[in-house]
């Protein structure tokens, strides 16, 4: 499978593990992101239309090593699986998604006709965040994520794709595993409040996108060198509810 996100630093996140998470589960997955920090929408939608190369090409979690417009990335490859965000800040806004993802789709499917189409539900930032997006829900952590939710499952049903459920997951595990429990003294799943961790927090975001888009369960054994006891807690839990 070849998978390409047009995405920012929150696909970037999710990315840093999914091939080699992909390649220990036996799936051969090829793995392309369109890096441009805190991009929205309606910045994928102008730098589609004027052709912009912009974007940093990351490939399997690597750090890019060129320069590409969405334009030749679409063109590059038979995608199988092509996803598509918001800019985290605006992620629970729905309003600030039209008309761009409904243009942008249209030609993402023009140029990728039998590709099959995910919106990626990105993650509230943590307890505490400081991040001037944060304002957007009165710095409130669960508001941040239902208002992500219902935006997602509008804009899933709008452009007619399955979600890649990261938000959902991010928030079950805050909420249920005590260990990631850092409002009350657990480890945060975020590195700098917003973006994900570099070790569980990227491993979980990994593990969702690999379970949503094979429909596979995960292997439930080592990673890397994290502490095995944590990485099992995710994958059961990734298996249970995605």
């Not at 090829?30 to 939608?45: M, P, Q, R």
Request: glycine share 6%; aromatic share 12%.
């Amino acid at each position: 499978m070849k998978l390409l996100s047009i995405g920012n630093s929150f696909s970037t996140d999710a990315h840093r593990f999914l091939n080699s998470l992909a390649e220990q589960n036996g799936i051969c997955l090829g793995c392309y992101n369109l890096f441009i920090g805190g991009c929205s929408l309606e910045t994928h939608w102008k730098n589609f239309i004027e052709k912009n190369a912009y974007y940093d090409l990351e490939v399997n979690g690597n750090e890019a090593t060129e320069k590409i417009s969405i334009n030749e990335a679409l063109s590059m490859e038979n995608w199988d699986v092509v996803t598509v965000q918001q800019a985290s800040a605006f992620s629970g806004i729905f309003e600030s998604y039209v008309p761009y993802i409904t243009d942008l789709v249209e030609a993402v499917r023009d140029a990728s006709p039998v590709a099959k189409l995910f919106f990626h539900e990105t993650w509230s930032y943590e307890t505490g965040s400081l991040h001037e997006g944060f304002l957007n829900y009165n710095s409130n952590q669960k508001k941040m994520y239902l208002c992500i939710k219902s935006a997602t499952q509008k804009a899933a049903e709008l452009i007619k794709a399955e979600i890649i459920p990261t938000g959902d997951v991010v928030q079950y595990v805050r909420e249920n595993i005590p260990e990631f429990n850092y409002e009350n003294g657990g480890i945060s799943l975020c590195r700098d409040s917003f973006h994900l961790s570099e070790d569980y927090g990227r491993f979980l975001a990994s593990a969702v996108w690999l379970k949503a888009i094979t429909g596979k369960n995960l292997k439930e054994q080592p990673f890397l060198d994290f502490e095995y006891e944590m990485i099992e807690k995710l994958i059961k839990t990734v298996n249970k509810i995605v």
